[in-house]
């Protein structure tokens, strides 16, 4: 996004006018104007020739480290991100027992999930609610994913979890409510790990960025942004799937932003359609709960799939 300072006697509407010529999609500031990021590409030089303009300039990054990152991110010799094949991260809700997270990753392995997500630590909105097995689901969790060749992607939800969290995981995991936990950023950060970084259900796409910059200042390895559904004022899913930021994210910042259709619905239904037109806008993975008894699962069962129900998503994702 550019700025366009003119001289104080130049005519901006003569200005204007050749701006828009040039494809430019422009807003009037005291000083010239400035072109909004979907105008033509351009140059600075172009720009500078124009009669009247004194000084084409780059108005300061908010996130100077994020935009630098790359459009991908490696986890543990996964390469997530822009031009390379969409990965798929699946696994339950809430990890419940050894033998059930071992028989849910024998079959999404050959299904072809490098990642398996579970959570050991569950933040929920009850307090009655199961709130998961902390320590010894990690130890579960990783054993699982090595006997199956995959790598694990599970939150931390307190700053004291970090280092426990980052020694069985290969991605750790900023949930939604935790996006502008300032604090938790640092600590993940200082993990020197890659983050995968759930978009708040309120939060700006500037704000999930900035949120991204705190991870790398603090250290990360790399950020891997995931959009799950922004709060709307339609109950028919349980979010509002934002798929306008996943292409903005993709295709004009270029970073790796992997999409999670199960929270962004809350709808078994939905999950594939959305996964399908997620892949579409450019996401570079998703992300998707699955259980092998969903209508016993202890946490989020109506948006579980079954692995199985996996098998054609599974072949377009890796084909």
Known sequence: MWMVLIDSSADADAVKRELIARGQWVRPTDRGFVLEPHSSRVSADELAKIPGVVQVVSPK??????DAQG??????????GVGNKPVLMSGPCAVESEERIQQIA??????GALFLRGGAFKPRTSPYAFQGHGEV????????????GMRVVTEAMAESEVP????????LQIGSRNMANYALLKAAGKARKPVLLKRSMSATVSEWLQAGEYLLVHGASGVIFCERGIRGF???TRNLLDLGAVAL??????????????????RRDLVLPLARAALSAGAAGVMIETHDDPGRALSDGPQALRPEELDALASEVLR
């Open 164 to 171: 426990l969290v980052a020694e069985y995981a290969d991605l």
């Open 106 to 111: 024998k079959k999404l392995a050959p299904r």
């Open 234 to 236: 339609d109950e028919s």
């Open 61 to 66: 990054s908010s996130h100077p480290k994020i």
């Open 249 to 266: 994210l993709s295709h004009v910042h270029r970073l790796p932003v992997v999409v999670d259709p199960s929270h962004g619905t809350g």
């Open 137 to 148: 689901a990690l130890q579960w969790m990783r054993r699982a994913a090595d006997h199956n």
């Open 71 to 80: 459009p991908v991110v490696d986890v543990a010799g996964v390469k997530v």
